[in-house]
T-cell receptor, first 113, second 117 residues
Framework: DQQVKQNSPSLSVQEGRISILNCDYTNSMFDYFLWYKKYPAEGPTFLIS?????DKNEDGRFTVFLNKSAKHLSLHIVPSQPGDSAVYFC????????????FGTGTRLTIIP | EAGVVQSPRYKIIEKKQPVAFWCNPISGHNTLYWYRQNLGQGPELLIR????????DSQLPKDRFSAERLKGVDSTLKIQPAELGDSAVYLC???????????????FGPGTRLTVL
């Protein structure tokens, strides 16, 4: 039972344009959501997060949007840069971070120069 | 600040052999996690430690997997005997409560890629 789903295994975006990565979840107990970025041969690194009490969180070029009624969140990167090419994992947790992280399967983002 | 250190980075063994992975978390981080990441999947939690106590090991296959965190610092994850399906990347992460944050941000090591032949 995949509780966190990233339905797009890969995404290619032109440099300078907006990258939009999507994530859906099924567990209504999830109340905190995170995005991790992973380069080859490295561990995932934390990128940005959002609590269920918000619908938007912004950090520089990265913005995460949360639609609780649709159980859907998205990560927007604008403008996209070549260094953004990586695998992006969506993760969710309950009890505002005091429970384990449940990860999606990841989306490989490729930024085309 | 040094990150999470894991060794070895790569390990190739034959099935039925034992294998062990080592993790040194970020200094001062009380919480340590072991994850397994299968090809094309996201990381899945195996076990979580708070200091030296395993507080969540519900996903650890206890018939062949074992873990320890003596003295609440370094940790070792062992598989004995290994099976073909154990081929995966084993990730260690650590975290510590942050003031003003609802979430203990987890810092991941580079992982150990295990191949069982």
């Amino acid at each position: 039972d995949q509780q966190v789903k990233q339905n797009s295994p890969s995404l290619s975006v032109q440099e300078g344009r907006i990258s939009i990565l999507n994530c859906d979840y099924t567990n209504s107990m999830f109340d905190y959501f995170l995005w991790y970025k992973k380069y080859p041969a490295e561990g995932p690194t934390f990128l940005i997060s959002i609590s269920s009490i918000k619908d938007k969180n912004e950090d520089g070029r990265f913005t995460v949007f949360l639609n609780k009624s649709a159980k859907h969140l998205s990560l927007h990167i604008v403008p996209s840069q070549p260094g953004d090419s990586a695998v992006y994992f969506c993760a969710a947790t309950a009890n505002f971070g005091n429970e384990k992280l449940t990860f999606g399967t990841g989306t490989r983002l490729t930024i085309i120069p | 600040e040094a990150g999470v250190v894991q060794s070895p980075r790569y390990k190739i063994i034959e099935k039925k052999q034992p294998v062990a992975f080592w993790c040194n978390p970020i200094s001062g981080h009380n919480t340590l996690y072991w994850y397994r990441q299968n090809l094309g999947q996201g990381p899945e939690l195996l076990i979580r430690y708070e200091n030296e106590e395993a507080v969540d090991d519900s996903q650890l296959p206890k018939d062949r997997f074992s873990a320890e965190r003596l003295k609440g610092v370094d940790s070792t994850l062992k598989i004995q005997p290994a099976e073909l399906g154990d081929s995966a990347v084993y990730l260690c992460a650590s975290s510590s409560p942050s003031k003003g944050s609802m979430l203990n941000e987890q810092f991941f090591g580079p992982g150990t890629r295990l191949t069982v032949l």
